[in-house]
C-alpha cells in the first residue's frame, strides 16, 4: 500500500496519541499517503499536495515552501512489511492514519489480519475525515473511528467534506467520536450546527483549540473550554503539540 515516506522507510512511529478519547495512551502510528480533501491548513500536506495538482495551501505564502516531489514522500510498502515493523514495538494500539486512510482499506484489512494473527489483543484506531465509508469488513475490524469532519475553514467545498449518508453511518456507529479542530466562535457555531443536522450527542463530540505551539493552544483553549462546558462537547487538548511541537514522526 502507499504509505507516506519519512526519511528512508515508511513513516511508522511509536508515540502518545494526542488527540481524541485515546490522548496520552501509547499507540504505533502508521500514515498512509493520498487524501481526497486538500483542506488548506492540512498539517499532512506531505500526503497530498503532490507536484503538478492544483491545490492551495496556506503555506504557499511561505518562500521555502514548495509542492512535494511524490516519489520523495510516499512509499510503496508491502501490508507484510508493516506487520513486521509494527509488530517490532511493544505496543498493541495501533493509529491508522494519513491523509485519508479510508482511501487504502482493503490493505489495512491485510495489515490488521496479519497483526490480529500475531497478538488477537490489537486495537486498531482509524483517523478518517468522514467522507468516505468503510467497508462492513473494515469497519467490523477497527475498535475506534476517531472523525474529523472538516469546517468551512478548511476551504474545501461542503459538498466534498460532509457526505450525508457517510457522516450517518458514523452517527449510528458507537465506535465512532467526532473530533474537531476550532480556532473562534465561527467554527464551534459550525459544530453546533453539524451536531444538531446530524443528530450527534454531545458527548460524543470533541473539541480542541487550533495551535501548532502551546502558545497558540493556550491563546485558543479559553474560547473552546467556554464553548464546550456550554454545548456538553468534551474539551480536548493536543497533547502531541504540547510534548514535541510541530514535527512529524513522534
Ligand atoms: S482531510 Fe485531513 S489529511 Fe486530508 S487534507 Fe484535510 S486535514 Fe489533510
Known amino acids: 500500500m502507499?504509505?507516506?515516506?519519512?526519511?528512508?522507510?515508511?513513516?511508522?512511529?511509536?508515540?502518545?496519541?494526542?488527540?481524541?478519547?485515546?490522548?496520552g495512551m501509547p499507540a504505533v502510528f502508521v500514515r498512509s499517503s493520498l487524501c481526497n480533501l486538500h483542506c488548506q491548513w492540512?498539517?499532512?500536506?506531505?500526503?497530498?499536495?503532490?507536484?503538478?495538482?492544483?491545490w492551495k495551501?496556506?503555506?504557499?505564502?511561505?518562500?521555502?515552501?514548495?509542492?512535494?516531489?511524490?516519489?520523495e514522500v510516499t512509499i510503496e510498502t508491502p501490508t507484510?512489511?508493516?506487520?513486521?515493523?509494527?509488530?517490532?514495538?511493544?505496543?498493541?494500539?495501533?493509529v491508522l492514519t494519513g491523509g485519508e486512510p479510508l482511501l487504502q482499506q482493503e490493505a489495512w484489512l491485510e495489515v490488521i489480519t496479519g497483526l490480529r494473527e500475531i497478538d488477537p489483543a490489537y486495537q486498531f484506531e482509524v483517523e478518517?475525515?468522514?467522507?468516505?465509508?468503510?467497508t462492513p469488513e473494515f469497519r467490523a475490524a477497527v475498535n475506534q473511528f476517531n472523525v474529523s469532519p472538516k469546517l468551512a475553514n478548511s476551504g474545501m467545498d461542503a459538498k466534498l467534506r460532509l457526505v450525508p449518508e457517510t457522516l450517518a453511518g458514523f452517527v449510528a456507529d458507537p465506535k465512532a467520536w467526532f473530533k474537531f479542530v476550532a480556532v473562534?466562535?465561527?467554527?464551534?457555531?459550525?459544530?453546533?450546527?453539524?451536531s444538531r443536522e446530524f443528530s450527534v450527542p454531545p458527548e460524543r463530540i470533541l473539541v480542541m483549540p487550533e495551535g501548532r505551539t502551546s502558545t497558540d493552544l493556550d491563546r485558543h483553549a479559553p474560547a473552546v473550554a467556554?464553548?464546550?462546558?456550554?454545548?456538553g462537547w468534551r474539551f480536548c487538548d493536543r497533547l502531541h503539540v504540547r510534548l514535541w511541537g510541530d514535527k512529524r514522526g513522534v
Not at 511508522?12 to 481524541?20: D, M, N, V
Not at 473562534?184 to 453539524?194: H, K, N, P, V, Y
Request: overall charge negative; glycine content about 6%.
Open 57 to 71: 495551501h496556506e503555506k504557499d505564502a511561505d518562500p521555502g515552501y514548495r509542492k512535494h516531489k511524490k516519489s
Open 42 to 54: 492540512c498539517d499532512t500536506d506531505h500526503t497530498w499536495n503532490f507536484e503538478g495538482t492544483p
Open 226 to 231: 467556554a464553548r464546550c462546558l456550554l454545548h
Open 80 to 94: 507484510t512489511e508493516i506487520v513486521r515493523l509494527v509488530a517490532m514495538h511493544p505496543c498493541r494500539r495501533v
Open 2 to 23: 502507499l504509505l507516506s515516506r519519512l526519511n528512508d522507510g515508511p513513516e511508522i512511529f511509536f508515540t502518545l496519541q494526542g488527540e481524541g478519547v485515546s490522548a
Open 184 to 194: 473562534e466562535d465561527a467554527d464551534m457555531d459550525e459544530i453546533l450546527t453539524f
Open 128 to 134: 478518517t475525515n468522514g467522507t468516505r465509508k468503510p
